[in-house]
C-alpha cells in the first residue's frame, strides 16, 4: 500500500452504535490530519496530530474521539453520533505538519440513521 | 474570522476554452494550496504557491498568487473533459495553528 489508506471507505451507523475510522499513511510522515467534507460546506479541520501528540482541536463535539498511537495510525472513535454527523471523513498527512503539503486519503462515507 | 472564497462555484465550459476560477482570502497567509477532487475520491494536491508573484503551471492549469490583493487565480486553456472536477483553493498555516482554511470548492464540467 502506498500514500493514505483509509478504512472502511464506507459506514452506516445508528445514533446509540459505537464504531471507529481508521487511518495509515506510508509517506514517513510525521503529521496527521481528520477533516470533514459534509455537502455545500468548505472542508472542516476537526484535528491535528504532530508526532503523535494532539496539537489542535478544532471545537468538536465530544463524541468524536481522536487515537494516535503512532506516528503512521490515526483513528476516529464515533459514539452517540447524530445525523447531521453523516459526511465524508477524510484523514490526512504531511511531512512537518508547518504548511507542508497536505496528502489526502480516499475517505470515509458516514452516515448516521 | 478568515474567509476564503471561490468563484464560480459552478462551472460548465467547453472543451477548447479557457477559463479562470478565482480564490480570495481575508487574512495574510503563508502559502496557498490548490487541490483537484474528482467525484467519490479524495483530494490530490496541485500546486502550492509561497510568494507574492509566485506562477506554477502543470500541464492545461496554471496558478498565481497575489498576497497584495489576497487572490489567487486558477487558470484553465483548452479545457478537456479530463479536467472536470472539483478545485478547492486553501490557505494557511497560521501562527499559533496548523489549520488550512478550504473554499468551497469550483465544480467545473467540461463538455465536449
Known amino acids: 500500500e502506498t500514500g493514505v489508506t483509509q478504512t472502511p471507505r464506507h459506514l452506516v451507523m445508528g445514533m446509540t452504535n459505537k464504531k471507529s475510522l481508521k487511518c495509515e499513511q506510508h509517506?514517513?510522515?510525521?503529521?496527521m490530519y481528520w477533516y470533514k467534507q459534509s455537502a455545500k460546506k468548505p472542508l472542516e479541520l476537526m484535528f491535528v496530530?504532530?508526532?503523535?501528540?494532539?496539537?489542535e482541536n478544532n471545537s468538536v463535539p465530544s463524541r468524536f474521539s481522536p487515537e494516535c498511537p503512532n506516528s503512521s495510525h490515526l483513528f476516529l472513535h464515533l459514539h452517540t453520533l447524530q445525523p447531521e454527523d453523516s459526511a465524508l471523513y477524510l484523514c490526512?498527512?504531511?511531512?512537518?505538519?508547518?504548511?507542508?503539503?497536505?496528502?489526502f486519503g480516499p475517505g470515509t462515507r458516514l452516515t448516521v440513521l | 474570522e478568515l474567509k476564503v472564497e471561490q468563484n464560480p462555484l459552478f462551472l460548465s465550459m467547453q472543451e477548447g476554452k479557457n477559463y479562470t476560477i478565482y480564490c480570495n482570502y481575508s487574512?495574510?497567509?503563508?502559502?496557498l494550496y490548490w487541490y483537484r477532487q474528482d467525484p467519490g475520491k479524495s483530494l490530490e494536491s496541485l500546486f502550492v504557491?509561497?510568494?507574492?508573484?509566485a506562477v506554477k503551471q502543470e500541464g492545461r492549469l496554471m496558478a498565481s498568487l497575489d498576497t497584495k490583493a489576497r487572490l489567487s487565480t486558477l487558470h484553465i486553456t483548452a479545457a478537456v473533459h479530463d479536467l472536470s472536477a472539483t478545485y478547492f483553493c486553501?490557505?494557511?498555516?497560521?501562527?499559533?495553528?496548523?489549520?488550512?482554511?478550504f473554499g468551497k470548492g469550483t465544480k467545473l464540467t467540461v463538455n465536449p
Open positions: 490526512a498527512s504531511s511531512r512537518t505538519g508547518r504548511g507542508d503539503t497536505q496528502y
Open positions: 509517506l514517513g510522515h510525521n503529521a
Open positions: 496530530y504532530s508526532l503523535e501528540e494532539r496539537v
Open positions: 487574512t495574510t497567509s503563508d502559502r
Open positions: 504557491l509561497l510568494s507574492n508573484g
Open positions: 486553501a490557505v494557511g498555516p497560521f501562527w499559533g495553528s496548523e489549520k488550512l482554511v
